[in-house]
């Protein structure tokens, strides 16, 4: 067994069952946190907690004014991180074959150029978000090693995956055998890494953010402020 083998048998395996466990366990603690109902009467004219919930989910996928032009300049740097992260994942023709392998689903494909332009956007908007972070002495100050872990762990999968890419998915799906193993074993590595890491660190919040918000949004409701 070499470095793929592991990485495409027990390795995947145990980074899956990492990512599910720990996703479940992190939702399973905060389901078990204690909550006291708030008795207060609704105030007058306020929406239904279903309703505020949802505005406030919304009204989070875009800063208001009052927070500058630093603000818009992170909201659509980080538009322009999760879109091209999607496309990359989801619309790669390799991705997609490998999708249907473990899930059985599939669908087709963009045109490799798109994915080569998607990953690189992807790759400047992190380098872009990590030159913010340290530029900046407040976010400096603020962050804290998982920001830093989070950061590497969505960084090396782009990078080793570029490695990979070395030639058109038609070429690389037609092949039986696996032409470059290291590199392709060094990318799907870097891809458990990352699912080892999500429930534990940052990345969590693609999960917890609906979540956060719809909460924040009903209290904000009952209370007649706007979220």
Same mark, same amino acid.
């Given at each position: +067994?070499?470095?793929?083998?592991?990485?495409?048998?027990?390795? $995947?395996?145990?980074?899956?069952?990492? &990512?599910?466990? *720990?996703?479940? $366990?992190?939702?399973?603690?905060?389901?078990?946190?204690?909550? !006291?109902?708030?008795?207060?009467?609704?105030?007058?004219?306020?929406?239904?907690? +279903?309703? *505020?919930? /949802?505005?406030?989910?919304?009204? /989070?996928?875009?800063?208001?004014?009052?927070? *500058? !032009?630093?603000?818009?300049?992170?909201?659509?740097?980080?538009?322009?991180?999760?879109?091209?992260?999607?496309?990359?994942?989801?619309? @790669?023709?390799?991705?997609?074959?490998?999708?249907? %392998?473990?899930?059985?689903?599939?669908?087709?494909?963009?045109?490799?150029?798109? +994915? @080569?332009?998607?990953?690189?956007?992807?790759? @400047?908007?992190?380098?872009?978000?990590? $030159?913010?972070?340290?530029?900046?002495?407040?976010?400096?100050?603020?962050?804290?090693?998982?920001?830093?872990?989070?950061?590497?762990?969505?960084?090396?999968? &782009?990078?080793?995956?570029?490695?990979?890419?070395?030639?058109?998915?038609? !070429?690389?799906?037609?092949?039986?055998?696996?032409? @470059?193993?290291?590199?392709?074993?060094?990318?799907?590595?870097?891809?458990?890494?990352?699912?080892? $890491? &999500?429930?534990? /660190?940052?990345? +969590? %919040?693609?999960?917890?953010?609906?979540?956060?918000?719809?909460?924040? *949004?009903?209290? &904000?409701? %009952?209370?007649?402020?706007?979220?």
């Amino acid at each position: +067994m070499d470095l793929l083998d592991f990485a495409r048998g027990p390795g $995947w395996v145990l980074a899956v069952t990492v &990512f599910l466990l *720990g996703v479940a $366990w992190r939702l399973w603690g905060l389901w078990r946190l204690p909550s !006291q109902r708030d008795r207060s009467p609704p105030r007058e004219g306020a929406p239904s907690p +279903m309703a *505020g919930a /949802g505005r406030a989910i919304l009204r /989070g996928l875009w800063p208001r004014r009052v927070f *500058g !032009q630093s603000a818009m300049v992170t909201t659509v740097n980080g538009y322009v991180l999760h879109i091209g992260l999607a496309l990359v994942v989801l619309a @790669y023709a390799p991705h997609i074959a490998f999708i249907r %392998h473990h899930l059985g689903i599939g669908w087709p494909a963009l045109p490799d150029a798109v +994915m @080569y332009l998607s990953a690189a956007a992807v790759i @400047y908007a992190l380098l872009f978000a990590l $030159w913010s972070r340290l530029d900046d002495p407040v976010r400096r100050r603020l962050s804290s090693g998982d920001d830093y872990v989070t950061w590497v762990v969505t960084f090396l999968p &782009f990078v080793t995956g570029m490695a990979v890419a070395s030639e058109p998915s038609a !070429q690389i799906l037609a092949r039986d055998a696996v032409l @470059y193993r290291l590199p392709l074993a060094l990318h799907l590595l870097s891809l458990e890494l990352l699912l080892v $890491w &999500f429930p534990f /660190g940052k990345l +969590m %919040h693609a999960v917890l953010f609906p979540l956060s918000r719809a909460a924040t *949004g009903r209290r &904000f409701s %009952h209370r007649g402020v706007s979220a």
